[in-house]
């Protein structure tokens, strides 16, 4: 029986542990903020319930994500897998996730999990497919072969850059979708901005060395559809709210847990200047986000832009 170690007991975290449970592992949970019971687990304050495990989930948000693999580092295995289950671009530093872990965590096999997956669904145990990335193909199976049910279903790729892209930039599109449903501009709108979005990404992914096909899969074109398009989605929800007129510090007021685009929609302008893409819709994102900008005067220039062919 497989030892599941979760770091993080979020929502997410616990849900990844009914996961595990349905899979036949055996989670083990621990929590920065102290131990405690849910009647379904019991989470661990301790970092010693993660001294025997065969492999770790991170689940804690993106920018906590180096912080907590820091403080765990001195008690992990040598060679135990980790995987990255948040979906974002580090700060400061403009980083894809598994870039700075590797330096955290010399040794240890990274993997990364993403795809469309709201984690009180995945913790109800409604079918969710995922994917887990990993440049070895059987680790990424044995993952898979300890969080794998009916109803959670993993598939493997080996696009690490590919998989973090789309799960990053998605909630950074999401946004910018979700302002569009605030202000009631349309459902054309909104479907043009989804692929355009979606275009924007393979282009920066294309350039950092991702796969093309990856953004048709669950991590890219599966993650945005859920999330741009659903209540249930936080970032989707900030836009809504961004759009309806209320400030970053209002909306964010409103939404429970943490709104990772927000931080990533800066982090993704800088990363795309350094690879030389344009990607105007997540730096129209940004320009709202981080520096105040007129919504109305935003949309108005994305509107402006000329005319090309699809696949610029």
């Given at each position: 029986m497989t030892?599941?170690?979760?770091?993080?007991a979020g929502a997410w975290g616990i849900a990844l542990a009914h996961a595990a449970r349905r899979a036949g592992s055996t989670p083990a949970i621990w929590s920065r903020r102290g131990g405690s019971s849910d009647g379904d687990f019991t989470v661990g304050g301790d970092t010693d319930v993660l001294s025997d495990i065969d492999m770790l989930l991170l689940t804690v948000s993106a920018q906590e994500q180096a912080e907590v693999a820091a403080r765990l580092a001195p008690i992990l295995a040598a060679h135990l897998p980790v995987t990255i289950c948040a979906k974002g671009i580090a700060r400061p530093g403009d980083r894809l996730l598994g870039s700075v872990l590797s330096e955290i965590l010399p040794g240890r096999p990274l993997a990364i999990l993403s795809g469309p997956s709201f984690a009180d669904e995945v913790a109800k145990g409604l079918p969710t497919a995922v994917t887990i990335a990993c440049h070895d193909v059987a680790l990424a199976e044995r993952i898979g072969k300890a969080m794998g049910s009916a109803t959670f279903r993993p598939y493997v790729s080996t696009d690490l850059v590919g998989v973090q892209l789309g799960g990053a930039i998605k909630n950074v599109i999401a946004i910018a979708c979700g302002i569009v449903a605030g202000r009631k501009i349309g459902e054309n709108a909104r479907a043009a901005l989804m692929t355009r979005g979606l275009a924007e990404t393979a282009r920066l992914g294309r350039a950092m060395g991702a796969r093309a096909e990856t953004f048709a899969g669950l991590a890219g074109l599966g993650d945005l559809s859920l999330t741009a398009t659903s209540t249930s989605s936080r970032n989707f929800r900030l836009g809504v709210?961004?759009?309806?007129?209320?400030?970053?510090?209002?909306?964010?007021?409103?939404?429970?847990?943490?709104?990772e685009g927000v931080a990533t929609a800066q982090a993704v302008v800088a990363l795309a200047a350094r690879h030389g893409i344009e990607m105007p819709i997540s730096e129209g994102v940004a320009a709202i986000v981080e520096h105040g900008a007129d919504i109305k005067q935003t949309i108005a220039g994305l509107l402006a832009r000329p005319f090309k062919t699809e696949t610029a």
């Open positions: 030892r599941v170690g979760i770091a993080g709210a961004l759009g309806q007129g209320l400030s970053l510090a209002e909306a964010t007021a409103q939404i429970t847990g943490v709104v």
